[in-house]
């Protein structure tokens, strides 16, 4: 089981934008609904723009439980991001969880 599936501390700790032809509008998977214009080229995932972010796909609780309810349609930053990365344990240390190991 991967710890992705009970922290979710990288969807609360990152600003999350791609390219605006990741959004259903401009025919990719992305919900229009979830998603701010930043340019008019860039696009950024509701919430992560807030202090402290939190994107507003992500449910549950950091470090316990979480879900994606885009998981299948999440953009590229997401899907890129890699579990025991730098990142993912500097967003892990954010929320007092511990760094994982071995990756």
Not at 33 to 48: A, D, K
Not at 72 to 94: L, Q, V, Y
Request: glycine content about 10%; proline content about 5%.
């Amino acid at each position: 089981m991967s710890a992705c599936t009970s922290c979710g501390a990288c969807c609360a700790s990152f600003r999350v934008d791609f390219s605006v032809f990741e959004t259903q509008e401009r025919g990719g998977s992305v919900p229009d609904g979830l998603v701010v214009e930043v340019t008019s080229s860039t696009r950024r995932m509701r919430g992560t723009d807030h202090t402290p972010p939190r994107c507003a796909a992500l449910t549950g609780k950091i470090g316990a439980t979480i879900a994606c309810g885009i998981y299948e349609w999440r953009p590229s930053p997401c899907r890129e991001f890699a579990e025991g990365s730098d990142a993912c344990n500097r967003a892990r240390n954010r929320h007092g969880l511990a760094a994982l190991q071995g990756f």
